[in-house]
């Protein structure tokens, strides 16, 4: 990726049956409400016969938590290559990663509503099983404290502070229904989260507009 230039919006994409199926309670889950949905629902929005998703799981649970392992992973993919997409330079970086993890979950609203607000319904044991989209970003935190080259005053704070601010934002939009206008968030998120590693001149720095290259996509 060229410097300046746009990191693509990942999109959520079933790579097979199972995925398919995923998506499909996804969507269902964002249509109606994760208390209403049922495995034959998926089934019939498929129009598959309910022996072939009872296949794969035997409880609503067990698909969210499916879905929400498959969401993340492919998130997580997106959010590592836009992190290494800007060698030597780690507030750009976290910039850029940041506007992948906006992007993404605005491209792919049933998957990320199902993300944010599905996991508080479900059971202790199986909460304990998701990885947060969150995590994705936290994974990252390690590498910017790194390189910073002195670390801040109780980083874990930080850290916590960081995820806790962000996870306030995903929340309130994926509630109220806009999503899609996450990456409208990226200047003021992007602004916090650089600044907190790198200081206030980078945060400016890489939070800059950057002038679309022709024949970019």
């Known amino acids: 990726m060229a410097s300046g230039s746009r990191a693509p919006v990942p999109t959520f994409v079933p790579v097979d049956e199972r995925e398919e199926c995923l998506l499909a309670f996804a969507e269902l ?122 670390a801040p005053p109780q980083p874990e704070l930080v850290s916590q502070v960081l995820t806790g601010g962000i996870s306030e934002v995903l929340r309130r939009h994926a509630v109220e229904g806009r999503l899609d206008e996450l990456p409208a968030a990226l200047p003021a998120v992007s602004h916090v989260c650089v600044a907190a590693f790198f200081g206030l001149e980078d945060a400016r720095r890489v939070g800059r507009p950057q002038p679309v290259v022709a024949g970019a996509r």
């Open 29 to 150: 889950v964002y249509e109606r409400g994760y208390e209403l949905v049922r495995l034959t629902d998926v089934a019939e929005r498929l129009a598959v016969p309910l022996e072939a998703v009872e296949a794969y799981w035997t409880s609503e649970e067990a698909c969210a938590v499916d879905a929400l392992r498959a969401g993340t992973e492919q998130t997580f993919a997106a959010v590592a290559r836009a992190f290494m997409s800007a060698p030597g330079d780690c507030a750009a970086a976290a910039h850029r990663s940041l506007e992948v993890l906006l992007g993404a979950l605005a491209a792919s609203p049933a998957m990320a509503s199902l993300a944010i607000l599905v996991p508080p319904m479900l059971s202790p044991r199986a909460a304990a099983r998701h990885t947060g989209v969150l995590d994705v970003f936290a994974e990252f935190l390690g590498p910017g404290f790194a390189a910073m080259g002195h």
